[in-house]
């Protein structure tokens, strides 16, 4: 595929490599992630004041005109090529997008705004591609109602592997009912019974942790559009455009530690030459330039055509996601290989990419389902052992 970006696109990518080169030198990066547990106030407060969290925001609350799904994934890479320590992609791919577009009371109004001024932070509950008795759908953590009366209702139970919660100050809460809906609370953190405990997290710059209600009484307002609205069918169209914007951090990983590679076999020297100028090293170098290009175009070409029938404009999403990831994972490996001794060790950097890769190799996803979701879609309707649902 042949993809020529906008100058504007040029232009804003340009824009954001300058503000995170500046405000995120690497050394910067590592003292946060080992001091502060992943999230840096200061540094998401520079990207909201200059409005990178309202890409895809819609209604009052847009920014720019005209962007889509496309325009965030190439910015995307941005954040693979320099690691960030704050949920950017969550909240400027799934949060602001999906709140944007809903009916919101005053607070929630006030809320989004406070997210968007860099002022408070907000995460959510995510889902988990799982087996279902339909097939293969995107499973929703959920709390239960304890107890309910006429303008609130008792919440009880626990989510666990929420990205930053502990850092948040709001959270997206799917609550489900008897009919097997999902509504969607914004569950203030610091409410009475509410706990939250960090989790270890192989991906150093997303933090994850548990929040647990023992229950907790909360009033029906604070439910998105009514505690009887369903959103289910508009959530895992969100998470689908997320999971497709995420292609671009991977890419840009990829693209980094390729960069970071070059550099190395180029200085580094064996028997008074560099080993970049040895045929097996050119071999493993051009193959981790192609498995990136390959993942680059087939993402782009999946953006650009989200017009297309669902189906199969999901098929794609997922298959891209799936050779994304192993690209990434694939390409971080060659690359520990490539440098040698150095290559594992904590002062060589690309440690920091690995681990990356391995988070979003199972965020949401997980391999063996994705291979499972792709080849039930390529086999006709009447082969098809099981419906799928997403």
Known sequence: MEYRFSEQQQMLKKALQSLLKKEMTLEHFKEIVEKNHGFSKDAWGKLADNGWLGILAQGKWQVFEDMTTLDLMYLSETFGERPFPGPYLLTAGFIVPLLSQLNLSSVQQQQLDLLLSGESLITTALPRLAKSKNGIDFNWPSIKIANRESSRIQLTGEIKHIPF????????????????????????????GVTVSAEESVELAKPQGTIQLDH??????DFIQGFDTDHQELLNEQVIQYLLCTNGEIIGGADEVLKRTIHYVTERKQFGVPV???QAVKHMISDMHIAIEKARSYSFYVAARQETNQDEYLLNVIASRYFSTEMYKKVCEAAIQLHGGMGFTWEESIHYWYKSSIYQLYHITHPSLMIEFVMQNLLSPSEKTQGITI
């Open 216 to 221: 907790v009484w909360i009033n029906k307002v």
């Open 165 to 192: 919660i502990q850092h948040a100050d709001y959270c997206l809460l799917p609550v489900s009912d008897s009919s097997g809906g999902v509504s969607l609370a914004l569950l203030n953190t610091r409410l009475e």
């Open 276 to 278: 970049g100028s040895f």
